[in-house]
């Protein structure tokens, strides 16, 4: 009978040390249990903050308030949708550089109904700025490295605008600009 009550706990003792054992890493310590926080600290080490995030982001889109924001882990970017004086601006910043990598300000008649083709081929006015000009504000906004690949005039729903495609060595831009008074409407940055 005194067999029996030695047995037990030297055989509870062994299985506990067995089961350590089989945790530990080669360095005889046990193995830290990864939290999900953990985890994301580990994915995001070296990004900027929330908060270093929304700074920027109000700055790009000129002030306002702050809707939305959201953090595309796979991405590795900030979206932002901040409603401003001038109406809606999303804005995109990347969470490792701090950089803005695209400014949209949205429209406030996107609910208007599109007009005919006749009205698409409608002769631009005389009060808008050259491309010459649009050309210098997207270079000013991509960098003077970057080469102009396209530079078009459009009209949309009674607004014109150049949509201008630049390039450089690293990133491609697109740029929309409000031709008639030289506003940067939508700025987007990807990597070639």
């Not at 706990?9 to 360095?27: I, S, W």
């Not at 949209?104 to 000009?133: F, G, K, T, V, Y």
Request: hydrophobic share 35%; proline share 2%.
């Amino acid at each position: 009978m005194k067999k029996r009550w030695f047995i037990a706990p030297v055989a509870a003792g062994v299985l506990a040390f067995g089961g350590m054992a089989a945790f530990a890493e080669d360095t005889g310590k046990l193995a830290p249990i990864e939290t999900a926080e953990a985890k994301v600290k580990q994915v995001t080490s070296g990004w900027i903050s929330a908060d270093e995030a929304t700074t920027i982001a109000l700055e790009a889109a000129g002030g306002g308030e702050v809707r939305e924001m959201e953090l595309d882990r796979d991405d590795r970017k900030y979206e932002f949708e901040i409603r401003g004086e001038s109406g809606e601006v999303e804005v995109k910043v990347d969470a490792k550089s701090g950089e803005v990598l695209k400014t949209e300000h949205d429209d406030e008649d996107d609910d208007r109904d599109d007009r005919d083709d006749r009205d698409d081929r409608q002769a631009a006015p005389d009060n808008l700025i050259s491309e010459d000009e649009a050309i210098q504000i997207a270079k000013g906004k991509a960098g003077a490295a970057a080469e102009v690949i396209e530079a078009e005039l459009n009209e949309d729903d009674g607004r014109w605008h150049y949509e201008l495609e630049l390039r450089d060595d690293r990133y491609e831009y697109e740029v929309d600009i409000d031709a008639q008074n030289g506003n940067v409407i939508d700025f987007e940055k990807d990597e070639d």
